[in-house]
């Protein structure tokens, strides 16, 4: 395989894993890890501070010891002295110079102590003031992360509910489109039923031409006398049933009239 197929691969790993650390990580499970980091290395600076105050504190007694001492034996060397005994006198006196020797070398090392633990202290108090602010700036981008989480469901849920409302409304508009298809077929063949171009099966509301046209004729008739009613109504009350029978149309007097046929009853 060569090095160029084994880069890509390579690569393809790393962006899926990499993708894949994304989506299982959680930045306020990784603030509340630092978090928790920093406490413990401010536990650790605080019990250094606290070894180092410890030390100075036991080098504190050794001085106190030796410095009492020391003043002992300078007691004792002016007792003896006083009393003749220079012998036991410069005895007293070169004790108390070996432990005056050892007294300078603990005050050095205590005052090496006491800075140490100024410095600790002082880096304790800056380590925990770190500590404060940003454990308050956790808790406001934790609030802040959840917030926007919630945020982003609601907005996932709106946007489903926006699809299938959607999908709903083409359901309805497909509906009404079926529906007015429906009543427009219908309402043709109503049409064609009533002009005779299609014919009923059921034999209920067709008609033949006479019919047709005698309800044509009627209507018409209908027309007539309605409008002369109107007439009437509009010229007075004087002209009223004469306008009305005149609106109705007269038999025509030059019209023959028929002979009776006559039997002959004398065959």
Do not use: C, H
């Not at 359901?171 to 014919?199: H, N, P, V, W, Y």
């Not at 509301?205 to 309800?215: N, P, S, T, V």
């Not at 004087?238 to 007097?253: D, V, Y």
Request: glycine share 6%; no cysteine.
């Amino acid at each position: 395989m060569s090095d160029g197929i084994m880069k890509r691969m390579g690569l393809i790993f790393r962006s899926k894993a990499n993708k894949a650390l994304d989506r299982a990580e959680d930045p306020r499970e990784t603030l509340d890890y630092s978090y928790q980091k920093q406490l413990e290395l401010l536990q650790k600076v605080r019990r250094g501070v606290a070894d180092v105050a410890t030390s100075r504190k036991r080098l504190e007694l050794q001085l106190t010891q030796l410095q009492q001492q020391s003043a002992k034996y300078e007691d004792q060397g002016r007792k003896a002295l006083s009393l003749g005994r220079e012998d036991l006198a410069r005895e007293a006196l070169t004790r108390r110079a070996n432990m005056q020797s050892q007294i300078t070398d603990l005050e050095t090392q205590y005052q090496a102590l006491q800075g140490e633990e100024e410095k600790l202290t002082l880096a304790s108090q800056r380590l925990q003031a770190k500590v404060d602010a940003f454990r308050t700036k956790k808790e406001t981008i934790k609030a802040t992360y959840t917030a926007a989480q919630a945020q982003t469901r609601i907005a996932e849920s709106f946007s489903g509910i926006s699809e299938e409302m959607g999908d709903v409304g083409l359901a309805i508009q497909r509906a009404e489109d079926k529906t007015a298809q429906m009543q427009a077929r219908a309402g043709a063949i109503d049409e064609l039923l009533a002009s005779g171009a299609l014919d009923d099966a059921s034999g209920l509301g067709r008609k033949d031409d006479i019919e047709a046209e005698l309800e044509r004729v009627a209507g018409g008739t209908d027309v007539e006398l309605e409008l002369a009613r109107m007439k009437a109504e509009l010229s007075g009350p004087s002209s009223g049933p004469a306008a009305i029978e005149q609106g109705k149309p007269q038999q025509s007097e030059a019209q023959p009239q028929q002979d009776t046929p006559r039997i002959n009853y004398n065959k």
